[in-house]
């Protein structure tokens, strides 16, 4: 069976270690593309129809009323079958506690019965937060596996950490 990674990513201002930075590429997808280059998987970037601010600042704000609302923002394109993959790696950056609401558009369409789900995320100091049990809780028929959190600062050089976790 082949293996597929799923993930959200944003460019725009960033937080990071070193203050807010303007980014060309976002963190997580830094990532994803290391887990698909290490795995052979297939890619799948989820964007939003509505793209959030690219102020990091206004982005929170955004990113904290879908989740308060429980928002399931539009998607530019969506996944209608995963059958062809036993194991699905699903990435984002950490917000507000968890994965961004952009996440649980697609994967509340999607049967991971019988799937392993390996979740990674990028964050500056939260680690995965509640994001692993929300997993569990969207995908019940799932196995979701121990996740990885890598360090946003940290994405393009966690290619050692990452071999080790797939």
Same mark, same amino acid.
């Not at 201002?13 to 290391?34: C, D, F, H, L």
């Given at each position: 069976?082949?293996?597929? /990674? ?13 203050? #807010?930075?303007?980014? &060309?590429?976002?963190? *997580?997808?830094? /990532? ?25 600042? !206004? ?6 009323? !879908?989740?308060?609302?429980?928002? %399931?923002?539009? =998607? ?10 036993? *194991? ?9 506690? *968890? ?6 558009? =697609?994967? !509340? ?7 392993? #789900?390996? &979740?990674?995320? *990028?964050? !500056? ?6 994001? /692993?049990?929300? =997993? ?7 196995? /979701?596996?121990?996740? #990885?959190?890598? %360090? ?15």
């Amino acid at each position: 069976m082949k293996k597929l /990674v799923i993930y959200f990513s944003r460019t725009g201002e960033n937080y990071m270690s070193a203050g #807010i930075r303007e980014i &060309p590429k976002g963190n *997580t997808e830094i /990532v994803a593309e290391k887990i698909a280059e290490i795995t052979g998987a297939d890619l799948f970037k989820v964007e939003t129809i509505k793209e959030y601010p690219n102020d990091y600042y !206004e982005c929170c704000d955004v990113a904290k009323e !879908e989740k308060n609302t429980n928002a %399931r923002p539009k =998607l530019k394109r969506y996944l209608d079958d995963i059958s062809l993959y036993d *194991t699905i790696y699903i990435g984002y950056p950490i917000w507000w506690g *968890t994965y961004p609401m952009a996440i649980a558009s =697609l994967i !509340e369409r999607l049967d991971f019965s019988g799937k392993t #789900i390996k &979740p990674f995320a *990028t964050h !500056e100091g939260s680690g995965l937060a509640n994001s /692993v049990n929300d =997993l569990i809780k969207a995908c019940p028929n799932a196995n /979701v596996e121990n996740g #990885i959190a890598i %360090r946003g600062s940290d994405a393009s050089i966690a290619q050692d950490k990452l071999a080790s976790w797939v």
